[in-house]
Antibody, heavy 114, light 112 residues
Framework: QITLKESGPPLVKPTQTLTLTCTFS??????????VGWIRQSPTKALEWIAI???????VYNPSLERRLTITKDTSRNQVVLTMTNMAPEDTGTFYCGRGLDHWGQGALVTVSS | DVVLTQTPVSLSVTPGQPASISCKSS???????????LYWYLQKPGQPPQLLIY???TRLAGVPDRFSGSGSGTDFTLKISRVAAEDLGVYYCMQTVQLPLTFGGGTKVEIK
């Protein structure tokens, strides 16, 4: 059974850095075909793709967010970490991690407010 | 960026009746490898998006056959042959042929 769970702070202040961890089970991120990605959903329910990391450590970022993002993996711990710098109120939303494009975690709600 | 426009924005359907959702792309989603990378998701209330269909028309294992996808190039359609109560939620199309991956704005399906 494939499961993914996002964890991180529910509240961050403007200009702070957000660090989210995706802990997964039921698959391995050790082959080049495997991948874990992140998307987010705004309060108005719009979906935005953020980044993806492959088992061979190839990383692809949304160009509009790239300068603020870092995605890394810890294969031995079955975790993927996403960091997003310089958070702003418009970054408020629910962040989902997923295996490829076909399984998503329940999401982590992040509010950016002072 | 590839813009995906979904219509209608919402629809109310009687159980047992058909429903159809359109997704139009600003660019062709046909990749050089011959595949078309258009996906359909359903997000039920309080849940993450769940993949229904990939590459235009292939249902994920376990997805009821009342769901079907069709289309090519820039025009795509998701059809539900007989809507069931559990089909309520927001449907999104998504493309992966060009970075960044992008989603349509969503179609909210309500059950009468």
């Amino acid at each position: 059974q494939i499961t993914l769970k996002e964890s991180g702070p529910p509240l961050v202040k403007p200009t702070q850095t957000l660090t989210l961890t995706c802990t997964f089970s039921g698959f391995s991120l050790s082959t080049s075909e495997a991948s874990v990605g992140w998307i987010r959903q705004s309060p108005t329910k719009a979906l935005e793709w953020i980044a993806i990391i492959y088992g061979d450590d190839d990383k692809v970022y949304n160009p509009s967010l790239e300068r603020r993002l870092t995605i890394t993996k810890d294969t031995s711990r079955n975790q993927v970490v996403l960091t997003m710098t310089n958070m702003a109120p418009e970054d408020t939303g629910t962040f989902y991690c997923g295996r490829g494009l076909d399984h998503w975690g329940q999401g982590a709600l992040v509010t950016v407010s002072s | 960026d590839v813009v995906l426009t979904q219509t209608p924005v919402s629809l109310s359907v009687t159980p047992g009746q058909p429903a159809s959702i359109s997704c139009k792309s600003s660019q062709s989603l046909l990749h050089g490898d011959g595949k078309t990378y258009l996906y359909w998701y359903l997000q039920k209330p309080g849940q993450p998006p769940q993949l229904l269909i990939y590459e235009v028309s292939t249902r994920l294992a376990g997805v009821p056959d009342r769901f079907s996808g069709s289309g090519s190039g820039t025009d795509f359609t998701l059809k539900i042959s007989r809507v069931a109560a559990e089909d309520l939620g927001v449907y999104y199309c998504m493309q992966t042929v060009q970075l960044p991956l992008t989603f349509g704005g969503g179609t909210k399906v309500e059950i009468k």
